[in-house]
């Protein structure tokens, strides 16, 4: 028993410190029917630039898309305040490859944002609990957070 749960924690501490990786799922179902369409914000976002890196890297490496009050986390660098009405267009679906210990797939829409007065030369992701509720699974249909955003 003893060496079962040695192996578990070490198992789990290796997970815990590698670099999360995902893949594109954009011709996956039932994330496939989301690519294409546009977004449009019904309240004000905050849009955070982040590293993956260390701590005291100052390099962005990516945006992503928050509710009010944002986050605080040691990777945010930057903070953007974007208005109500920011249309997003979804351009590609990705999902974390090595997220094992997550009960549910961890899945982010990278998008392109349409009306903002600043042009981003990296990467914009918007988090899929932000927009789905549930994703459809077989004949289930997708249900969607409405409160947020509205699809077109």
Request: glycine content about 4%; some cysteine.
């Amino acid at each position: 028993m003893t060496k079962h749960f040695t192996l578990f924690l070490l198992v789990a501490l290796m997970a815990g410190c590698s670099p999360v990786e995902y893949e594109d799922v954009s011709n996956v179902e039932p994330y496939a029917e989301f690519v294409g369409k546009t977004v449009v914000s019904k309240e004000r976002l905050i849009l955070h630039g982040l590293t993956s890196g260390e701590y005291s890297a100052n390099e962005l490496e990516f945006y992503s898309f928050a509710k009010p009050p944002g986050s605080t986390h040691k990777y945010v660098k930057s903070r953007t305040y974007v208005p109500k009405g920011t249309r997003l267009e979804i351009i590609a679906v990705e999902q974390c490859t090595n997220c094992y210990f997550n009960l549910e797939a961890k899945v982010k829409f990278r998008v392109a944002p349409q009306n903002l007065t600043t042009s981003y030369q990296l990467p914009v992701y918007l988090r899929d609990d932000l927009l789905v509720k549930e994703w459809g699974i077989e004949d289930k249909d997708t249900n969607y957070h409405h409160n947020l955003f509205a699809m077109e």
